[in-house]
């Protein structure tokens, strides 16, 4: 049955998964969601025999629907290869009673790359699918991780160009320094003067921009988006879910058909709607836990029923989820509005106007499955000594951000579904603040030498996408106000 694309805030608005994929983002703003999420037609004990790339296929055939076999399984196969640092693609470690799904063995040691290794060859195949003679050019704002994960995946991609931007003083050294020593002859990257929020106003300004798209179109190029919004990064992101269940099925720890809590740190809001999206494909899930940092309002809107970003935006050391604006919940809000385009519409008017809005009671009733929390920056600290202390692992201060949560959330429910925590990044990502979370001492050490501590303290051999920029050279140096973005991605194009 083929899947069609339909905008969030045009109910007559729609696209086929490939056409979704190359826009990006819909008109007026809106977001392309599914008109109806198939049910897996492969039982979970076939799919627990299976590998990571011949579930991605299982799950992505029946969401992808205008693609072929042979197209999805190039794409597939050409994304999650030796890239990764394991053939598992996605393995599930077992420390201090509790399931990490480790996200992060792809080549910029963070989770977006499950998605981002993808989307350059799903969106080169859309390209050649509809015609498109133009240069595609992703367009993309970043707290951190997606910023070098998209310049990864794209770069030196035939047919494409990449325009990165990233808040200058809100993402972690190392995460800076990934961006601005990257290679590639197609990217471009630029820090702005403002938040991560800034810099997602100003792309999303751009994307809707109508006579900038026809300008650019008269020179031969248009605009793709490679953030958390496009289906194409939303999509491969149900896969590991349905993998991280097998994976557990496989060890014995749950049987065929028994519920699990997925746990997940949340900023856009991408990684937790993919988890409810498998969940509506089958994957039988009994809560969402919605981990947040100090920029709580998920945990705000998931028990009051309003969402306020009208706040201090504050800077932790779980930097990609320092986000005011959960894109990516307006997929949500579509949902339990009834799929009514008009009805969301409004609501993200009054978002854009206001900054806030309130669901109805009878919406907030269809979110009962969610369950919101967050870890304060001491909290955050703590759990990353607690675990390292039991039992020798090291987590990212994002996957510390849900550790933490999912204790509280037991703490208070007594609930002892097996857990899954989506673990979100290496910790070599952020050493500094991992390693002063361990001992304050450590504040004291350069970077590399903290890179070098890590490894002896946790076994874990240094990530090559470390290594890399050791010694690397920085390329990029632009730096804007967030007004200036359309003239230096113009500069950039040469237009
Ligand atoms: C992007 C990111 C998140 C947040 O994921 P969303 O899909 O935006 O909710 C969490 N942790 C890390 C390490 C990330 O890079």
Not at 160 to 186: C, D, H, L, W
Not at 293 to 308: A, M, P, Q, R
């Amino acid at each position: 049955m083929e899947v069609i694309y339909r905008s969030t805030r045009n109910a007559n608005e729609t696209a086929t998964a490939s056409e979704a994929i190359l826009k990006g983002l819909a008109g007026e703003g809106g977001l392309f969601v599914p008109d109806q999420i198939p049910a897996l037609d492969v039982s979970f004990d076939d799919l627990a025999k299976m590998s990571y790339q011949e579930v991605a296929y299982a799950v992505m055939k029946l969401m992808f629907t205008d693609f072929t076999e042979e197209e999805l399984k190039y794409c597939i196969n050409s994304a999650y290869d030796s890239k990764f640092d394991t053939e598992l693609i996605a393995p599930m470690a077992k420390h201090s009673g509790r399931y990490f799904l480790e996200l992060f063995h792809g080549k910029t040691i963070a989770f977006k790359d499950m998605a981002l290794s993808i989307l350059p060859y799903l969106l080169t195949t859309s390209a050649k699918k509809n015609g498109v003679k133009n240069e595609i050019v992703i367009l993309t704002a970043t707290s951190g991780d997606t910023g070098k994960a998209a310049l990864a995946g794209f770069a030196d991609v035939p047919g494409t160009r990449i325009a990165v931007f990233y808040p200058k003083s809100g993402v972690s050294p190392i995460q800076e320094k990934q961006m601005v020593t990257e290679r590639g002859k197609n990217t471009f990257v630029a820090g702005i003067t403002g938040n991560f929020d800034d810099a997602q106003t100003g792309v999303k300004k751009m994307f809707q921009d109508e006579e900038l798209a026809k300008f650019l179109d008269e020179n031969g190029f248009q605009f793709s988006s490679a953030n958390s919004i496009n289906i194409g990064r939303l999509v491969p992101q149900i896969v590991y879910y349905v993998y991280a269940y097998t994976r557990l099925i496989a060890d014995g720890t749950i049987k065929n058909g028994d519920k699990i809590n997925v746990v997940v740190p949340t900023g856009n809001f991408g990684n937790i709607l993919a988890a409810y999206y498998a969940s509506l494909m089958g994957l039988p899930v009994n809560r969402f836990i919605c981990a947040s940092n100090d920029n709580k309002v998920l945990y705000d809107f998931f028990t009051t029923g309003k969402y306020d970003r009208n706040r201090e935006f504050i800077l932790t050391t779980s930097p990609s989820m320092d986000i005011l604006i959960s894109s990516n919940l307006e997929r949500l809000i579509y949902r339990i509005a009834g799929n009514d385009a008009a009805k969301n519409a409004e609501l993200m008017k009054q978002l854009n106007e206001t900054g806030s809005y309130e669901i109805t009671a009878d919406m907030k009733k269809e979110l009962d499955a969610f369950y919101g929390n967050y870890a304060t920056e001491a909290e955050v600290s703590a759990e990353i000594k607690r675990i390292y202390d039991e039992d020798g692992y090291i987590l990212d201060t994002h996957t510390a951000v849900a550790s933490a949560v999912y204790g509280k959330y037991v703490a208070e429910t007594g609930d002892d579904t097996p857990s899954v925590i989506a673990s979100t990044a290496s910790p070599y990502k952020f050493t500094r603040s991992v390693m002063t979370s361990i001992d304050a001492d450590y504040e004291k050490k350069g970077d590399f030498e903290l890179v070098d501590e890590l490894e002896r303290l946790s076994g874990v051999k240094v990530p090559q996408a470390i290594e890399d920029i050791r010694s690397a050279e920085v390329l990029h140096k632009t730096v804007c106000d967030k007004e200036d973005m359309e003239k230096v991605v113009k500069n950039f194009l040469g237009v």
